[in-house]
């Protein structure tokens, strides 16, 4: 027989029914103000804390001194944050601003051939196939591109920008004529017929294929009577040089390409390229040629009392700015400098020459700005640059934004 048992599994054991039944007995409010005293609500936690937080500051309570370290602390802590904050968002507006004033890219072939030239052979290689949007969109400007071999492509990055002016530092050596500053930076892939001539060359023939232009077209569609001026710059012995580089232009002569005097008619032919000597180039030996494809840089200052340079041997005029005016402070040129400069440049005017200032203030970017802003208003001939997107594509109101140089 089997022992009967009160106890049901599914019945509360005695005490747990007694604590069960005494606790539903209970208010509920009664049950809720003991876990309220227990556990405080949540949102009472950040006043207290915020209270505590509050004491580090109370001299009364953690003294003078370390109250007045906290506060010190507490101020630059808000200033570092503070000032993050407002650095991140004039960093934000001015690269905004950078992204917007920054003048794109023109899409043509200039442009493509300037992104993809990476050797002195490239020079001509690249205009195999002819790029038909040659220089689509381009508009020339007259500023003359400084020490143009210097660039990482030369001619085509100066052409690229719209500028009508290019440089040629020139070595003789043998039968070639070298391009470079000094001798030390001369090698034999860079020489005048392979970055100036040969180019210039390939491009005005295709320019002019199927023309019935009476006069032959220039490297610029947007305005084909534009001449480019190629300055070269004699280093080497000018007597033993000038009849190589009349060699060296035999196919531009050939192709009708470039500006002559016509010692015939005693009349001057404007052609799409103008070849310039200067450096050591002698003056009589310019003038010596019945036929002249080869123009002076004539000395500016002296037109005002030398009535020997003209458009029948000369094209440009030139000086270094510093050894014509003086240097020119931060503030700018000065009245008499700036009487000075205009005198040149009309006298340049008068005698159709185009006036050049080379040696022109490079730094700061403010400076070269006034000056560049001052030579342009007064209609310089040509405003000699190292910077060919900032002097041709960047407005120039916008290149210093809250003390940022941005072009």
Same mark, same amino acid.
């Given at each position: ?49 915020f ?11 953690v ?10 602390f ?42 993809q ?16 949007d040659?220089?689509?969109?381009i508009v020339?400007?007259?500023c ?6 210097w ?12 500028c009508t002016?290019?440089?040629? &530092?020139v %070595?003789?050596d043998?039968? &070639? ?25 390939i491009?005005?023939?295709n ?5 019935s232009?009476?006069a ?13 001026t190629?300055?070269?710059d ?28 016509n ?6 032919v ?29 000395p ?43 005198? +040149?440049?009309r006298a ?23 000056? %560049?802003?001052?030579?342009a208003?007064?209609?310089?001939? +040509? ?10 594509? %960047? ?5 210093i ?7």
């Amino acid at each position: 027989m089997g022992v009967q048992s009160n106890f049901s599994p599914l019945s509360p054991l005695p005490s747990e029914s007694s604590n069960m039944s005494a606790l539903t007995d209970r208010p509920l409010s009664e049950i809720y103000d003991k876990e309220d005293r227990l556990c405080p609500a949540a949102e009472h936690r950040p006043s207290r804390r915020f209270a505590r937080f509050k004491t580090q500051f109370d001299a009364q309570i953690v003294g003078k001194k370390k109250a007045l370290r906290n506060r010190i602390f507490l101020a630059l802590f808000l200033i570092v944050v503070v000032g993050g904050v407002i650095v991140l968002i004039w960093f934000s507006l001015v690269l905004a601003l950078i992204h917007r004033l920054t003048p794109s890219n023109p899409s043509n072939g200039l442009q493509k051939i300037v992104d993809q030239w990476d050797t002195p052979s490239d020079s001509v290689s690249l205009l195999t196939p002819w790029p038909k949007d040659f220089s689509q969109g381009i508009v020339p400007v007259s500023c003359h591109s400084h020490n143009d071999y210097w660039r990482s492509v030369p001619l085509y990055e100066a052409l690229a920008g719209g500028c009508t002016g290019v440089e040629a &530092d020139v %070595w003789l050596d043998g039968k &070639d004529l070298l391009v470079g500053h000094r001798k030390n930076s001369l090698s034999s892939d860079r020489t005048l017929n392979s970055l100036y001539i040969e180019p210039l060359s390939i491009a005005l023939s295709n320019l002019n294929h199927g023309s019935s232009a009476s006069a032959p077209v220039g490297l610029f569609n947007v305005d084909p009577s534009t001449t480019v001026t190629l300055l070269i710059d004699i280093k080497s012995d000018p007597v033993t040089t000038w009849p190589v580089l009349h060699d060296q232009l035999s196919p531009l002569i050939a192709g009708g390409w470039l500006s002559h005097w016509n010692g015939t008619s005693k009349a001057l032919v404007r052609g799409p390229i103008t070849v310039v000597g200067t450096g050591n180039t002698h003056f009589d030996q310019v003038v010596a040629d019945h036929d002249r494809y080869i123009f002076f840089d004539a000395p500016l200052p002296d037109l005002s009392h030398n009535s020997s340079y003209g458009p029948e041997n000369s094209y440009y005029a030139s000086v270094s700015l510093k050894k014509a005016v003086g240097t020119i402070w931060l503030w700018g040129p000065t009245a008499d400098q700036q009487d000075a400069m205009q005198e +040149m440049i009309r006298a340049a005017a008068d005698r159709g020459l185009v006036s050049r200032f080379w040696s022109t203030p490079s730094w700061p970017v403010s400076l070269r700005l006034k000056v %560049w802003r001052f030579l342009a208003e007064h209609q310089v001939g +040509m405003l000699n640059v190292d910077n060919i997107v900032e002097a041709t594509r %960047w407005n120039w109101d916008w290149c210093i934004v809250a003390g940022l140089v941005l072009c």
